[in-house]
Nanobody, 124 residues
Framework: QVQLVESGGGLVQVGGSLRLACAAS????????MGWFRQAPGKEREFVAA????????YYADSVKGRFAISRDNAKNTVYLQMNSLKPEDTAVYFC?????????????????WGQGTQVTVSS
């Protein structure tokens, strides 16, 4: 069993920054890939970023490339999402996800555990 707890969401103005964190329980974190997804009201959940077990491979959605950065600290069982130059369209609930296996994935159906989500609101 793996539990994921996100933190760091909130209200920010356009152009601002936030750093999300996702703390994972369990001993398999360091050998597992992690991802961030988001869901805006009335929309389907969409991929944001993913990172392999070592941090050596990362993927980003085109909409966030160059503005967001995913990283991980395996000693702290934590994955981060640094979000810069935020836009109103980044407003959503952000979820972290855990995947057994070392390879990162952009597909939500390949993740095994999900956090409860943290709200990010970007005001214009």
């Amino acid at each position: 069993q793996v539990q994921l707890v996100e933190s760091g969401g909130g209200l920010v103005q356009v152009g601002g920054s936030l750093r999300l964190a996702c703390a994972a329980s369990g001993r398999s974190f360091s050998s597992s890939a992690m991802g961030w997804f988001r869901q805006a009201p009335g929309k389907e959940r969409e991929f944001v970023a993913a990172i392999s077990w070592s941090g050596g491979t990362t993927y980003y959605a085109d909409s966030v490339k160059g503005r967001f950065a995913i990283s991980r600290d395996n000693a702290k069982n934590t994955v981060y999402l640094q979000m810069n130059s935020l836009k109103p369209e980044d407003t959503a609930v952000y979820f972290c996800a855990f995947r057994f296996g070392v390879r990162a994935s952009t597909r939500a159906d390949e993740y095994d555990y999900w956090g409860q989500g943290t709200q990010v609101t970007v005001s214009s």
